[in-house]
Nanobody, 115 residues
């Protein structure tokens, strides 16, 4: 079992930055597949950024060059640095982990980009 707790969401103006954190309840050293998804009102949940191995990453085209996923195994935490935010980035952001054939989700954190 893995519990995931997201934090760092909030209201930001267009062009601003936020850093989301996802704290895991256990060591993530062996949990290679971790990432961030988002869901906007009326839309399906979509991949934002993810680790596909201990060091390889994958990004949605819409966030490439603006968002960066990183991890600190010593702190059992995965981060999402979001820069140059746009109104279309507004969504609930969810942390995700896939480990030992099971998928885990956090409760989500709201990100609102608006002037």
């Amino acid at each position: 079992q893995v519990q995931l707790v997201e934090s760092g969401g909030g209201l930001v103006q267009p062009g601003g930055s936020l850093r989301l954190s996802c704290a895991a309840s256990r060591s993530i050293f062996s949990i290679y597949a971790m990432g961030w998804y988002r869901q906007a009102p009326g839309k399906q949940r979509e991949l934002v950024a993810a680790f596909t191995s201990s060091s390889n990453t994958n990004y949605a085209d819409s966030v490439k060059g603006r968002f960066t996923i990183s991890r600190d195994n010593a702190k059992n935490t995965v981060y999402l640095q979001m820069n140059s935010l746009k109104p279309e980035d507004t969504a609930v952001y969810y942390c995700n982990a896939y480990w030992l054939s099971a998928t885990y989700w956090g409760q989500g954190t709201q990100v609102t980009v608006s002037s």
